[in-house]
């Protein structure tokens, strides 16, 4: 036997399981995609919120990813927290190496808890480093509104966000819907763009607090379905379609006093 896929996670450990790096590896699992993982920094954090960052050397990220390039069939990348401006660009660089494929990025700057993630210097790097090597961009509303400058109040809002983060150079850009608009307070849309045609996925809102993890989840499962040779389309769809699942199954559960997990298993 050839084996499963092989994905990889560039991102952040979540002492509390149920994010970063922990999130993508249950997400690879449950789509029978082998992880493998690089992590740029160590986070204290349970569900209430980050009591603490440790972040990895740039070089040290880099050493890791290639020591998993070198060696396994990575079909897909998927990159979560990268902390600083510094490993954005180490990143990048492996990307405009063509080192990783169907990259998948999940620009994360703030936690479901309100805790910054990303250093500021590190969102130009985005833009010009990372974001032109990449298949599939996943920034939620607040993410998209930092990487624009500018508030989005509606869905036409997010429309026109997408597009415009589009040309940044990704193939595809997906603004998530975790975050309603003023116009849409019900469901959880989220607008992608692919340069000719905008597209939605929709599903009704869950009112749970168990959302901790719900955007890398989305990435990771996206990277999961294109290492198992989906197209886009076909893969985000696969990703609303988990993320809606694990959030319902988990909907009952009292894990932590803060932002509870998602059911992986689901």
């Known amino acids: 036997m050839r084996g499963p896929p092989v994905a990889l996670t560039v991102a952040g450990s979540d002492s509390g399981g149920g994010a970063g790096v922990q999130a993508d590896l249950k997400t690879f699992a449950a789509f029978g995609v082998f992880g493998t993982s690089v992590l740029t920094a160590l986070t204290a954090q349970n569900t209430t919120g980050v009591s603490g960052v440790h972040v990895v050397p740039p070089s040290f990220v880099v050493q890791q990813a290639e020591a998993v390039l070198e060696d396994l069939p990575v079909g897909a990348v998927k990159t979560g927290m990268l902390a600083t401006a510094d490993i954005v660009a180490a990143v990048a660089g492996l990307a405009e190496g063509g080192r990783l494929p169907n990259l998948v990025v999940d620009p994360v700057m703030v936690s479901s808890t309100g805790d910054r993630l990303l250093d500021a210097g590190a969102v130009g790097r985005y833009l010009t480093g990372l ?20 508030e989005l109040w509606t ?22 819907g975790g975050h309603p608009t003023a116009d849409c307070p019900d469901e959880a849309v989220d607008v992608w763009f692919d340069g000719s045609e905008l597209h939605e996925l929709r599903a009704p809102r869950l009112l749970t ?30 990703a609303k379609a988990y ?18 997990p998602l059911d992986h298993s689901c």
């Open 155 to 176: 869905l036409d809002d997010v429309r026109a966000a997408a597009e415009d983060l589009f040309d940044t150079g990704p193939e595809v850009v997906v603004v998530k």
């Open 243 to 260: 993320v809606a699942r694990a959030m319902a199954a988990s909907s009952g559960w009292r894990l932590g006093r803060g932002h509870g």
């Open 209 to 238: 607090t168990n959302d901790h993890g719900t955007g890398c989840t989305f990435a990771s499962a996206v990277a999961a379905r294109l290492a198992h040779g989906d197209d886009v389309p076909g893969a985000l769809a696969a």
């Open 131 to 150: 974001f032109p090597h990449s298949r599939v961009i996943t920034p939620n509303l607040r993410e998209a509104q930092v990487l624009l400058g500018r």
